[in-house]
């Protein structure tokens, strides 16, 4: 299964990019930001203790929570502006 669903990504990727849609440039930056990353994670992360680990996960969820929800108020008032106009 594991196999298929590599075989079917490679396929659809390519579907996007001769549509169109696929920005090059964030992919880029994303592969790049993916090396001090994983520097970051052996070097640093790898040795700190587990209970640090365990609160610094609790705070990236918590900061991704706060920051879909504050999006999802804010997209809320902007349909709410545009249907009263």
């Known amino acids: 299964m594991m196999g298929s669903g590599a075989y079917m990504q490679a ?29 970051v994670a052996a070097y640093i992360v790898k040795s700190l203790p587990l209970t640090a680990i365990r609160w610094l996960v609790v705070v990236v969820v918590v900061y991704a929570a706060m920051s879909l929800l504050a999006a999802a108020a804010s997209r809320r008032q902007a349909a709410a502006a545009v249907a009263v106009d």
């Open 11 to 39: 396929v659809s990727g390519l579907k996007f990019v001769e549509k169109g849609r696929y920005d090059g440039r964030v992919a880029l930056g994303i592969a790049l930001g993916g090396i001090p990353g994983v520097l």
